[in-house]
């Protein structure tokens, strides 16, 4: 079974010595779209600042594979920093594998529901997830909306379902 997790504790060497190993496309670096670049391993300079950068975000997730899987991570991950105070969240990094644009949408809803049940008790209400990049192609989704800033090549998703 696949599960969004939160990177801390041993998974973060587990998930070092993944990206070492396993190719990606870093969609988004450090809050900018990075979305024209090939799909690749990393070397351990660069899993490095991908890890600082995940356990340094507000909501650091990664998508674990089901324990009978040979592969203990799954095809995207996605970390998220807050603005309370703008009631937003941005994704930070976004790491997925082929086929790039169905993973891309599949980590942008993990991180929408993840961010749901992260920030339940909280009393801010953060509802959207900003994506520095446009979404094209999702306009009839069942679980989300997607409003597209052309003008500032942005995204902002919204899950249909709030409550």
């Not at 991570?73 to 930070?92: P, Q, T």
């Not at 990094?93 to 086929?99: H, I």
């Not at 090549?153 to 249909?160: Q, R």
């Amino acid at each position: 079974m696949i599960a969004p997790t939160i990177l801390k504790g041993e998974l973060v060497e587990r998930f070092r010595e993944h990206l070492l190993e396993f190719n990606y496309y870093h969609i988004i670096y450090e809050g900018k779209n990075n979305s024209c670049i090939e799909s690749r391993s990393f070397n351990i300079y660069e899993a490095n600042l991908i890890i600082n950068n995940f356990i340094n975000s507000n909501i650091p997730i990664v998508c674990m594979a089901g324990s009978k899987s040979s592969i203990p991570f799954f095809d995207y991950h996605c970390a998220v920093n807050i603005d309370k105070e703008k009631g937003e969240a941005y994704v930070y990094e976004l790491l997925v594998k082929e086929s790039k644009e169905e993973n891309l949408i599949k980590g942008l809803v993990m991180a929408l529901y993840v961010m749901k049940y992260f920030l339940k008790s909280d009393k801010c209400k953060i509802e959207r997830l900003i994506v520095p990049l446009l979404i094209l192609g999702c306009e009839d989704n069942e679980e989300f909306v997607v409003e597209n800033i052309i003008s500032e090549n942005k995204a902002i998703l919204y899950l249909k379902n709030i409550g």
